[in-house]
């Protein structure tokens, strides 16, 4: 073992490395390299470890960034042999999660892909797949990315940090063709003896989860449940659950010891030997997936600090334990599930450290009380932060699930397993898991009835959780005065209730395209109103990404579908369901299901200062005829002397009779149909002279919007120009005297002195579109 005085830089040292290796420096590792050779030249030992193993954390993360799939093969037909680690029923399709073992594109003047790892894919219409199956599969991939929103899940990242280097679909020509039929391991084995022991569905998923760390059997109400009491963490093998098995061996065998070596036990080591054992085993059951190894080497290291023998300290250990699992796995550096773990297990430091152990009921209870007390607000924080949701009933509820969980539950489950070749005794023991299944999941309901999940606005996220932490401290800390601790407390507490939003001033305009892949959303708002442009697509697999804007339970003033089509109005459904529209507004050609006002040119209102105009189409006219794209609601928004102009699919001749009716420069104009050579005609360029024009197009999109012809008129003209596929999301601000005018998601290069130093040109990514001229 390392010395006890080394513990802090090694983790430093991990960290530093998985961070350097983020940002992929040229001659990062040969520079390392360097340093190692002169570190060790001048018989610096500890420096050199330290060198070494910040250079393992950084070439680990350059590795995962090699493996990523190259952007020349995405869309491109890959012919691969893959083996299957994981799947899920999603209905109309599977999802794959595939190791990739060999891969070479069809097409021969294309880029490598042999450096290729694991890659999720969806497969429609699959045949009858198990677990380690080898097949021979044509793969459609692109690069793992994601959309890119405010306040909204991270996919791309998730992607990353989970280490999946491309997502796609399976081809259907040519025929997949299997190669291998998968033996099941263990973990497999013992999750068909589940399903053919158990008849009860939720005990089922619940011993799958708790003692196989098969959290993929949890169904969707099953995650909504627990993520609303704020009990995720109870359901997924954690440290909790492993330190409660490793204690439980512990205990046993030590009393055995006791027995066996009555005045010697105290000094037996084979029961902390054995109690490591039981930690490895859970772990290994649960399939070793990254909680599950986290869980086991810090309870690993809580054994041996426990243990007295030679050990380091609480602290020590603390960061020794986090320079292990950084070494061995430093893209858990971006998930949440290892910050929550050190932050929890170094606060319970901080409570227990120089305390006397609790004796008694009475005190077992109080310490289980002031402990669950002082833990609650500091894990808020971080699932806030985190997660952006605060589950009220989260304290209250683990009270009672935790010790339920990990003294009853856990052993129960193991037990049955270990009872498994005797199925009657076995099955008994899981009755009695169901039985206690149920009552928890009484518990819970009525838990999250009585106090519901809370998804705060965004802005009030980093003030929220900030006043949880220094809550924390004001009484965890010691050498705290009473007085002090109240009074702060009350400080916080009424610094939580005078939080106010930030204001959009009367008479100003902010406008965001969202990210929504290849369709389009805009959302408007003005001091007191709130307008949505668009719903966003409908994908093939049913997923709509307006579902991924906003917790539910919003409301919009009105939400104007600008066409039928699906990657326009395809977010109808999701809309309608979880939040409120006053009122709709669509060409009125196609029924959509909504009692909706036509938009006719001439209809207008005013908001707060801002005034809304549709300029077509044509009142009166007769749109049966037309086609669909020709339909479209086009909307002239103007707060002060800026306006924004969006325009739907309308085609190149709508735009020609449009042009007469602008009433002078567009600051902001949303280009008509993605950037496609049908709209954003040269006289419709002219009419509107934009200063900024976002293209609201899809990562990858097959039909290569936006057209080079469309990116170089706008650019002749003088605009600044926008791409939700590589900004993620705009912002505008219209109407003000904001210094900041456009806000992205993703900041392109050059943000920082660019094309005329404001923006940044677009030209079009896609292979094919400047052959297509």
């Known amino acids: 073992m390392p010395p006890v005085g080394l513990a802090p830089p090694l983790a430093s040292a991990a960290i530093l490395g998985g961070l350097l290796g983020t940002l992929a420096l040229p001659g990062l590792l040969g520079g390392l390299a360097l340093a190692l050779l002169m570190a060790l030249a001048v018989r610096r030992y500890r420096l050199a470890l330290l060198i070494?193993?910040?250079?393992?954390?950084?070439?680990?993360?350059?590795?995962?960034?090699?493996?990523?799939?190259?952007?020349?093969?995405?869309?491109?037909?890959?012919?691969t042999q893959v083996r299957i680690l994981s799947f899920s029923d999603e209905g109309r399709f599977m999802r794959l999660r595939l190791a990739v073992e060999a891969c070479r594109p069809r097409e021969s003047e294309r880029p490598s892909c042999a450096a290729l790892d694991q890659v999720r894919v969806s497969w429609y219409d699959p045949p009858?797949?198990?677990?380690?199956?080898?097949?021979?599969?044509?793969?459609?991939?692109?690069?793992?990315?994601?959309?890119?929103?405010?306040?909204?899940?991270?996919?791309?990242?998730?992607?990353?940090?989970?280490?999946?280097?491309?997502?796609?679909?399976?081809r259907d020509a040519p025929p997949p063709q299997r190669l291998a039929v998968g033996r099941p391991g263990v973990r497999q084995t013992a999750l068909g003896y589940l399903d053919r022991h158990v008849d009860d569905p939720l005990a089922r998923r619940w011993l799958a989860a708790l003692t196989l760390g098969a959290a993929e059997r949890l169904d969707s109400a099953d995650w909504?449940?627990?993520?609303?009491?704020?009990?995720?963490?109870?359901?997924?093998?954690?440290?909790?659950?492993?330190?409660?098995?490793?204690?439980?061996?512990?205990?046993?065998?030590?009393?055995?010891?006791?027995?066996?070596?009555?005045?010697?036990?105290?000094?037996?080591?084979?029961?902390?030997?054995?109690?490591?054992?039981?930690?490895?085993?859970?772990?290994?059951?649960?399939?070793?997936?990254?909680?599950?190894?986290?869980?086991?080497i810090m309870t690993l290291i809580g054994l041996w600090v426990a243990s007295g023998r030679h050990a380091p300290g609480p602290w020590q250990g603390w960061w020794l334990a986090l320079a292990v699992i950084v070494l061995l796995d430093p893209l858990a550096l971006w998930r949440p599930g290892l910050w929550l773990s050190f932050v929890a297990v170094g606060l319970l430091i901080v409570i227990w450290q120089g305390r006397t152990r609790p004796s008694g009921g009475r005190g077992w209870l109080l310490a289980l009380l002031r402990t669950q007390g002082l833990l609650a607000p500091l894990m808020a924080a971080a699932?806030?932060?985190?997660?952006?949701?605060?589950?009220?009933?989260?304290?209250?509820?683990?009270?009672?699930?935790?010790?339920?969980?990990?003294?009853?539950?856990?052993?129960?489950?193991?037990?049955?397993?270990?009872?498994?070749?005797?199925?009657?005794?076995?099955?008994?023991?899981?009755?009695?898991f169901a039985?206690?299944?149920?009552?928890?999941?009484?518990?819970?309901?009525?838990g999250e009835s009585v106090m519901p999940l809370w998804q705060p606005p965004a802005w009030q996220a980093w003030p929220l959780a900030l006043?949880?932490?220094?809550?924390?401290?004001?009484?965890?800390?010691?050498?705290?005065?009473?007085?002090?601790?109240?009074?702060g407390s009350a400080a916080l507490l009424l610094m939580a209730m005078t939080l106010t939003p930030p204001n959009i001033t009367t008479g100003t305009l902010q406008v965001r395209v969202n990210d929504v892949g290849q369709g389009q959303l805009l959302e408007l708002r003005t001091a007191n109103h709130r307008l949505l442009y668009d719903t966003g697509p409908r994908f093939r697999s049913g997923f709509m990404p307006l579902e991924t804007l906003w917790p539910p339970g919003q409301a919009f003033d009105a939400v104007i579908v600008s066409h039928?089509?699906?990657?326009?109005?395809?977010?109808?459904?999701?809309?309608?369901?979880?939040?409120?529209?006053?009122?709709?507004?669509?060409?009125?050609?196609?029924?959509?299901?909504?009692?909706?006002?036509?938009?006719?040119?001439?209809?207008?209102?005013?908001?707060?200062?801002?005034?809304?105009?549709?300029?077509?189409?044509?009142?009166?006219?007769?749109?049966?005829?037309?086609?669909?794209?020709?339909?479209?609601?086009?909307?002239?928004?103007?707060?002060?002397?800026?306006?924004?102009?969006v325009s739907g699919d309308a085609s190149a001749e709508v735009e020609r009779r449009l042009a007469e009716a602008l009433p002078g420069p567009v600051s902001v104009l949303v280009a008509g149909h993605h950037g496609s050579r049908s709209s954003s005609s040269p006289s419709w360029v002219a009419a509107s002279r934009?200063?900024?024009?976002?293209?609201?197009?899809?990562?990858?999109?097959?039909?290569?919007?936006?057209?080079?012809?469309?990116?170089?008129?706008?650019?002749?003209?003088?605009?600044?120009?926008?791409?939700?596929?590589?900004?993620?999301?705009?912002?505008?601000?219209?109407?003000?005297?904001?210094?900041?005018?456009?806000?992205v998601e993703r900041e392109p290069a050059g943000w920082r002195g660019g094309v005329d130093g404001r923006c940044h040109a677009v030209e079009s990514p896609y292979r094919d579109a400047f052959a297509q001229e």
């Not at 949880?468 to 109240?486: E, I, N, S």
């Not at 207008?604 to 189409?617: I, K, Y």
Request: glycine share 10%; proline share 6%; charged share 15%.
């Open 52 to 79: 070494a193993v910040l250079a393992v954390s950084a070439g680990q993360v350059l590795l995962a960034r090699g493996s990523q799939l190259p952007q020349g093969l995405s869309r491109a037909d890959l012919t």
């Open 128 to 170: 009858a797949l198990a677990v380690n199956d080898r097949w021979r599969l044509t793969l459609r991939l692109r690069p793992s990315a994601g959309f890119a929103n405010p306040d909204s899940f991270d996919y791309g990242a998730w992607l990353w940090r989970e280490g999946i280097d491309a997502t796609g679909y399976v």
């Open 224 to 296: 909504e449940l627990l993520n609303a009491t704020g009990t995720t963490h109870v359901m997924v093998v954690s440290g909790l659950h492993v330190g409660l098995v490793a204690a439980l061996m512990l205990g046993l065998t030590r009393g055995l010891a006791r027995l066996v070596t009555p005045r010697r036990w105290r000094l037996a080591t084979w029961p902390w030997w054995c109690a490591a054992a039981a930690a490895i085993g859970y772990a290994w059951l649960a399939g070793l997936e990254p909680p599950a190894l986290r869980a086991m």
């Open 383 to 432: 699932v806030l932060l985190a997660f952006d949701r605060l589950a009220p009933a989260a304290p209250l509820v683990n009270l009672l699930i935790v010790p339920v969980v990990g003294s009853l539950m856990v052993p129960l489950g193991l037990a049955g397993w270990l009872l498994a070749w005797v199925p009657p005794l076995a099955e008994g023991l899981w009755q009695l």
């Open 435 to 446: 039985l206690l299944a149920h009552a928890l999941q009484a518990l819970l309901v009525w």
């Open 467 to 487: 006043g949880l932490v220094l809550l924390t401290a004001l009484w965890a800390l010691p050498g705290v005065a009473r007085t002090p601790r109240w009074v």
């Open 564 to 645: 039928s089509d699906r990657d326009h109005a395809g977010g109808m459904a999701a809309l309608r369901e979880l939040h409120d529209v006053g009122r709709w507004y669509s060409p009125g050609v196609v029924g959509l299901g909504v009692d909706d006002r036509a938009c006719r040119a001439g209809s207008r209102w005013r908001w707060d200062g801002v005034e809304f105009r549709f300029l077509g189409p044509p009142a009166g006219a007769d749109l049966a005829g037309r086609e669909s794209n020709d339909r479209s609601c086009v909307l002239l928004v103007e707060a002060g002397d800026q306006r924004l102009l």
């Open 690 to 743: 934009p200063s900024h024009v976002v293209f609201s197009a899809g990562r990858d999109n097959p039909l290569g919007h936006p057209a080079a012809s469309v990116v170089r008129r706008f650019r002749a003209a003088g605009s600044c120009l926008w791409n939700t596929a590589t900004d993620g999301a705009v912002t505008f601000r219209l109407g003000g005297q904001s210094a900041h005018p456009v806000a």
